[in-house]
């Protein structure tokens, strides 16, 4: 058989078709005509370029129907926190408001005194931040009433996809997590917390474990898409937690480190941390399904955006994406130097220390230093900021044993090596083409078609990975020396602009 695995991110979208073993068969991408960094998504632009991705995945897995059988479901992932209004007859009342555009932080004020910060960290194992839904809702009802007074539901990205797709309205566990309304422990939604803030849960889809199957397709999208008629609709995760998924990430001490514009390590583990530290550094618990497991995201905002800016604006290589291989090339002939690049350029992430004033810079400078040492630098800052989060979460109870790297950053041997060396962890490549979308089709393998018993099984089959990197102990010991050079001057900058 074949499964459809669709993971709809905040600038563009794929779908790919992969056999029940985890063999990538074909896909899709859909970039949104959007400029970059767009506030507003238009929810039907969004729906639009999710659908063709599926139609055109569909049409080209026709071609290989004799080799592995007719598409059986298809599994939707999406980023968080975002969501759609919809209206009485559920159409869109607005366009979807992102994430990052703090629309909801007078709210999110609001929510840390009514009803507290510990009531929310109790429950919701988390702080509270415009970025979550729950603000933006209730600024919606408190300053919106045009919308406010027609909205029937809102749906979060997976859940409203899923919907177009069947009428059915649910949501995974992981998804509802970053609405800030959801209780991890009890896995519901919070009814306390939506009733102070006037919230009625109705509004809301019903939450399941991730990969749970919602319903079959509606005859007419069937047609329009090109699927079998009855074919399994699947809610499959929040992005993170499908990509970690596809990975092979699905044991506790097991982590996923992916470096695209932005780097976030999602670590797993078997316990919701009591101390409040914890949450007040930004950290969450994400649901991993109904394994018993939860996920975690530590930030650093500069990752690979980084790098791009020191191409542009220090080398002569302005938008040239293989400059980057060549960069890799000459600073991997170069040794461990003075230089220091804290990379706060985008403010000092938002884990673990949410300073959004930060300020990053470039340190150590002589006439002898070239483009190269702060190329190398900057992979090394990139690095160490990695390694503040991952002590602190060993601190916090939250400590890993291993990676596994994906995404752009995951191409750079010198730069695995790097963080190998500075973790003082092994690493792995991701040997899949697109984690995010094997992870969903993962997800519905095990949790709704019950191919696999269990994630662990499911990744035995399905997942093959690369290369690991093990950390040099002579290289190591002096990276541990740089880095206590590096805690120095981080934290003296941020004193200088907090």
């Excluded at 699947?234 to 097991?254: R, Y």
């Excluded at 930004?282 to 955006?305: K, W």
């Excluded at 089709?441 to 499911?458: Q, W």
Aim: glycine share 10%.
């Amino acid at each position: 058989m074949m499964i459809l695995g669709a993971d709809v991110g905040s600038t563009g979208c794929k779908c790919a078709a992969y056999s029940e073993y985890g063999v990538y068969i074909c896909g899709s991408y859909r970039e949104y005509p959007l400029p970059a960094g767009a506030p507003r998504v238009d929810a039907e632009i969004l729906k639009d370029a999710v659908f063709a991705t599926i139609a055109e995945t569909a049409a080209a897995a026709r071609g290989y129907e004799n080799d592995f059988g007719s598409i059986s479901a298809v599994a939707v992932t999406s980023f968080g926190e975002s969501f759609v209004a919809l209206d009485g007859d559920m159409n869109p009342l607005a366009p979807v408001i992102m994430y990052t555009d703090g629309y909801g932080a007078d709210e999110a004020k609001m929510l840390a005194s009514d009803p507290g910060i510990e009531h929310i960290i109790s429950r919701e194992c988390l702080i509270p931040d415009a970025t979550y839904s729950l603000p933006m809702m209730m600024r919606i009802n408190r300053r919106e009433p045009k919308i406010a007074d027609k909205v029937k539901k809102f749906l979060l990205i997976t859940d409203y996809i899923t919907f177009c797709l069947t009428g059915e309205t649910f949501i995974p566990w992981s998804l509802a997590a970053r609405t800030m309304a959801f209780d991890v422990r009890a896995k519901k939604w919070d009814a306390d917390l939506l009733k102070a803030v006037g919230i009625n849960p109705f509004l809301l889809s019903t939450p399941v474990p991730d990969g749970s199957a919602v319903g079959r397709i509606l005859a007419a999208q069937a047609e329009k898409l090109g699927l079998p008629q009855n074919t399994l609709v699947v809610a499959g995760s929040h992005d993170q937690i499908a990509n970690a998924l596809g990975c092979g990430v699905c044991a506790a001490g097991e982590a996923v480190n992916t470096t695209g514009s932005v780097e976030c390590i999602t670590p797993v583990f078997d316990e919701i941390p009591a101390d409040p530290k914890y949450y007040n550094s930004g950290y969450v618990c994400v649901p991993f399904s109904d394994s018993g497991l939860l996920a975690n995201y530590a930030y650093n905002y500069t990752g690979g955006t980084l790098l791009r800016w020191l191409r542009d604006n220090l080398t002569e290589f302005k938008g040239d994406g293989g400059a980057y291989r060549l960069l890799d090339e000459k600073a991997a002939l170069k040794d461990i130097s003075d230089v220091l690049v804290i990379p706060h350029f985008s403010g000092a992430g938002y884990t673990p220390d949410r300073i959004p004033t930060a300020k990053g810079a470039i340190t150590g400078l002589t006439f002898s230093t070239d483009i190269c040492d702060i190329y190398r630098a900057a992979l090394e800052g990139s690095a160490f900021e990695m390694r503040y989060n991952l002590e602190r979460l060993k601190a916090l109870g939250a400590e890993v044993h291993s990676l596994t790297a994906a995404g752009g950053g995951a191409k750079s041997p010198l730069w695995l090596q790097i963080k190998s060396d500075i973790f003082g962890l092994p690493i792995t490549i991701s040997g899949a083409k697109e984690a995010g979308t094997l992870g969903a089709v993962m997800l519905a393998a095990t949790k709704s078609l019950g191919i696999y018993k269990s994630f662990g099984e499911a990744a035995e089959n399905c997942v093959r990975n690369g290369k690991t990197f093990y950390p040099s102990s002579e290289t190591q010991k002096r990276y541990d020396e740089k880095y206590a050079r590096y805690i120095k001057a981080r934290n003296r900058l941020i004193n200088l602009y907090d």
